[in-house]
């Protein structure tokens, strides 16, 4: 099975809220993530394709970040895949037949402030910190707003994690509408690539006659 296979089992199983693909996580993007006003849930998918050597790395973003993570891979994966992850991550079992649990995601305690911060633009955290009366914000850096937030203790994770989740939310609007002008653009272009292709194809059949003089 193939990763777009495999998303089309998980999407109708993702209740309440919204979900978003491809969602920039760290260093990483997460395939999907499930947020609702409570929680955020990042999954990551593994096609027969897929291999298992981004584990380690994806792991470290969507554990500073996710409420829940869930791994949802192929039989052939599981076996090579359940050794490198932490008890609290869920795993899931794709086949033609649908989606088995293998074992359901347990809550993580390993969010961190600065890491979810990261997940909306510099402005929308600034204005968060300056609701809750902190001076002189609107003029630090990123660097400096991600060194605060890590050492500090006046800002309640809790808080700030609600905050995140109800932007990505409210943000969920305007990506669908970038989205469908992106299928439109595809769409529109797709017969003028195609066009092109058979030209060009086209132009490597015909080759110079060799004459001998």
């Not at 260093?27 to 380690?56: C, S």
């Not at 630090?140 to 890590?150: N, T």
Request: glycine share 6%.
């Amino acid at each position: 099975m193939n990763d777009p296979e495999i998303r089309a089992l998980l999407y109708p199983l993702l209740a309440g809220g919204v979900y978003v693909d491809e969602l920039p996580t760290g260093t990483t993007r997460a395939d999907v993530v499930h947020i609702t006003p409570d929680f955020m849930h990042g999954y990551e998918v593994k096609g027969d394709g897929d291999t298992l050597q981004r584990v380690a790395r994806q792991l470290s973003c969507y554990g500073s970040v996710y409420d829940f993570v869930t791994f949802v891979v192929t039989e052939k994966h599981l076996a090579r895949l359940l050794p490198l992850l932490p008890e609290w991550v869920g795993v899931m079992v794709a086949s033609p037949q649908g989606l088995q649990p293998h074992r359901a995601a347990a809550y993580n305690a390993t969010v961190e402030r600065a890491p979810i911060a990261a997940m909306l633009l510099l402005e929308e955290v600034k204005q968060f910190l300056m609701a809750r009366g902190l001076q002189g914000v609107s003029t630090l850096r990123g660097q400096e707003v991600a060194k605060f937030l890590r050492y500090t203790q006046t800002i309640p994770l809790s808080s700030l994690a609600q905050y995140v989740r109800e932007r990505l939310i409210a943000r969920m609007p305007e990506r669908l509408l970038i989205r469908a002008e992106r299928k439109a653009e595809r769409e529109r272009l797709g017969p003028v690539k195609r066009k092109r292709k058979k030209k060009k194809a086209a132009k490597k059949k015909v080759s110079p006659s060799l004459v001998k003089s």
